[in-house]
């Protein structure tokens, strides 16, 4: 599906040179080192559990950028301010990158990668086609943000990888707040019930756009995960859909044709499910864990084998 407005070769060509610049700044996190320093979120959080699995992130951050479109000020701020029109893959995986320091990474690294986007997005400010002006930093906008990608994560493994008990569900929450406050976030959501209160202030703003429908359609092609069958593509934008509000879904005039099928649910349970059992050696949470001093499958395990081994490192386990 096309863009309604086109944009002129001059800026086309110039927004390339910029996406090429943004790849080679791309960050490359060593998780490894330095040995011993900690995370902002501990080892045996949920979270530590949530972000391992590939297809509760990938179906989580197609739903938390959906939200984040509903809102014209942060489409046009996207849209406008960054590579996304030309490179929405990369652009989407350094947000990726973003997400995973935060968790996984030492604290020093990720407190420089924090430091490093809200100073991009300090110089993000404009005006929406109606007239609406905006700033990325602008809190309300900000914890928007935040509360989104919150919400899509801890979804997307709820919904079609593992429920979560709702004393996990705080946890999860309680988790990222070290994080948010570092993004300068003002108000971080502490469970599912106050993320749809903190939508339904913004509700009356929420419009559809054709730009939702192009995303939608970057993701059923499978450019992102070209190795990945294309049916599980498709079956990943559904998913995403169907983890939006009703209220926001109706908002966005996602129809019918967007509906998850038992066809489409199966296969996204199935996959997340055996996601979570698929200890990747090259994950940040595999390699976090070894800096820590910890088994490489730490996040694998049992929150009961998490805390024995913690106790007997000398590390300070969660509250169960």
Not at 25 to 53: F, M, T
Not at 215 to 235: V, W
Not at 268 to 273: K, V
């Amino acid at each position: 599906m096309a863009l309604p407005e086109p944009v002129p070769a001059e800026r086309e060509a110039a927004t390339t040179q910029a996406a090429k610049r943004a790849a080679s700044r791309e960050w490359k996190i060593d998780y490894l080192s330095p040995a011993g320093e900690p995370s902002l979120v501990p080892p045996d959080s949920v979270q530590w559990r949530v972000y391992r699995n590939p297809i509760a992130m990938s179906i989580g951050g197609v739903a938390a950028v959906l939200l984040e479109f509903a809102d014209p000020r942060i489409r046009s701020g996207v849209w406008d301010h960054s590579v996304y029109k030309v490179d929405p893959i990369g652009r989407s995986r350094r947000t990726g990158v973003a997400a995973m320091v935060g968790v996984y990474g030492p604290a020093s690294v990720a407190r420089k990668v924090i430091a490093g986007v809200t100073k991009m997005h300090a110089r993000v400010s404009g005006e929406t086609p109606n007239g609406q002006s905006y700033r990325a930093l602008d809190p309300v906008l900000l914890n928007w943000v935040f509360a989104t990608a919150a919400y899509g994560f801890f979804k997307a493994y709820h919904t079609f990888v593992r429920p979560l008990s709702p004393e996990e569900q705080v946890r999860f929450f309680a988790d990222g707040k070290p994080i948010a406050e570092l993004y300068g976030v003002t108000q971080s959501v502490g469970s599912e019930a106050e993320f749809v209160a903190m939508m339904e202030g913004l509700l009356p703003g929420f419009e559809p756009h054709p730009i939702n429908l192009e995303f939608l359609n970057i993701i059923e092609s499978g450019r992102a995960a070209p190795s990945m069958p294309r049916f599980l593509h498709r079956a990943m934008a559904r998913g995403a859909v169907a983890l939006l509000p009703p209220v926001v879904r109706k908002r966005l005039e996602l129809g019918k044709e967007w509906d998850l099928t038992a066809l489409d649910r199966l296969a996204l349970t199935s996959a997340g499910r055996l996601a979570d059992h698929w200890r990747d050696r090259n994950s940040p949470a595999w390699q976090a864990a070894l800096r820590l001093g910890l088994p490489g499958d730490f996040a694998w395990r049992s929150p009961s084998m998490q805390r024995s081994l913690l106790k007997k490192l000398a590390l300070t386990p969660r509250a169960a």
